[in-house]
């Protein structure tokens, strides 16, 4: 196996045996999906309109709520300083734990929107942009690598990096919810914005990572 | 520790290395030849661990050279040599057992070699879960160095005091 594959792994039963997070994660979709609807009133037409954004608002939160910690417990373990100086190039192991966090976060969420009762197409841009929200997410958790309480600054630090895919994922939702709309194309751009965050994000992340680490 | 290569030379020359615009350390040379240890002393501050983390590739030095000489040429010096930093490199909610397996396959050991480690420091009967950090600090370090003689890494750097080698 290869070392990306251990690392993977090891972060996945870390993640299992620690578990609150799939949890937390789980639970606070579910209160926003919720109480969208109740706290909005029940205008039908109001709800339909916003449902996309509110409903893609969601999983962007949900899926980045333990993200900001991405690094930080291996980095008070003295463990990201070894994986530093591993076989492994900084890039891969940001890459890694960046992957183990989607499917920790991005998959459990994937699979409980259509046990919402929610449209397919959610499902569809779940799949394709959660990605991109771990990955994103890692440049963030590795700039604030050494800030103590540092969850919102991560958020904010990011935020602006989100935007597309945030807007290519609403924007397919909306073409099935309120035609008309680009369904291929928002869908086609939403992947185009992952495969990007994919390549890209674990440089910046580990670039960052380095210079916490010198 | 395991010593793949008896011929081994740590060389360092020159070594100017700045910390936040200040030179810390300053034209430092000496050699370590395989089996010897140098003890590094000095105040807080000195540069102690600057170097080390020098060495382990973290920080880029101003000036000077350092080499493993007799090493694999294509792979980094920080790759070689092993850096026990302060922490342990041990995730509390795995197993000592499972954390040692993991540093040894990741850097490149065997298994049943970790296995033997594991038995010969008395750890491999350490608590499992939870207790990866909350077993004595005597478990936990063993655990560290025998991340050490799993993985094939000639070279150990651990920034402690000396007392806690033993």
């Given at each position: 196996m290869s070392p990306f594959w251990m690392l993977v792994k090891r972060d996945l039963r870390i993640a299992v045996r620690e578990g609150a997070a799939i949890g937390t994660v789980l639970g606070f979709y579910l209160t926003v999906v919720a109480l969208m609807p109740l706290g909005l009133g029940p205008d039908s037409q109001l709800l339909s309109r916003i449902a996309p954004g509110v409903l893609w608002i969601g999983l962007l939160l949900a899926a980045q709520l333990?993200?900001?910690?991405?690094?930080e417990a291996d980095q008070d373990d003295g463990v990201l300083e070894v994986l530093a100086t591993g076989p492994l190039p900084l890039e891969l192991v940001a890459a890694a734990k960046s992957f183990a966090h989607w499917i920790t976060t991005g998959i459990p969420l994937t699979v409980m929107v259509p046990l919402l009762g929610v449209l397919p197409v959610l499902v569809a841009t779940a799949i394709i942009g959660t990605p991109a929200i771990s990955f994103i997410g890692s440049i963030g958790a590795a700039l604030t690598l050494k800030t103590r309480r540092s969850g919102v600054l991560t958020a904010l630090l990011v935020l602006p990096l989100y935007i597309p895919t945030l807007i290519f994922g609403i924007s397919a939702v909306t073409a099935v919810v309120a035609p008309p709309g680009n369904l291929g194309s928002s869908l086609l751009i939403l992947l185009a914005t992952t495969l990007a965050a994919l390549a890209l994000a674990p440089i910046a992340a580990a670039a960052a990572l380095r210079a916490h680490l010198g | 520790m395991s010593s793949p290569g008896a011929r081994l030379e740590l060389v360092v020359d020159d070594l100017t290395v700045e910390r936040g615009g200040r030179?810390?350390?300053?034209g430092l040379s000496f050699v370590v030849k395989a089996g010897e240890v140098l003890v590094l002393t000095g105040h807080n501050g000195a540069g102690k661990t600057t170097l080390l983390r020098t060495l382990a590739g973290f920080i880029a030095p101003v000036r000077g050279s350092l080499s493993l000489t007799g090493s694999d040429a294509d792979r980094a010096l920080g790759e070689q040599?092993?850096?026990?930093?302060?922490?342990?490199?041990?995730?509390?909610?795995?197993?000592v057992a499972e954390n040692a397996r993991f540093w040894a396959s990741f850097l490149g050991g065997s298994s049943t070699e970790t296995d033997a480690a594991l038995e010969r420091f008395g750890i491999d009967t350490c608590p499992p879960a939870k207790s990866g950090a909350s077993g004595s600090p005597a478990c936990c370090s063993p655990s560290a160095l025998s991340g050490c003689s799993t993985s094939r890494r000639p070279h150990s750097m651990p920034p402690r005091p000396r007392s806690s080698l033993a």
């Open positions: 333990s993200l900001g910690q991405l690094f | 030179t810390v350390i300053s040599l092993h850096y026990v930093g302060h922490a342990n490199g041990i995730r509390s909610s795995l197993t």
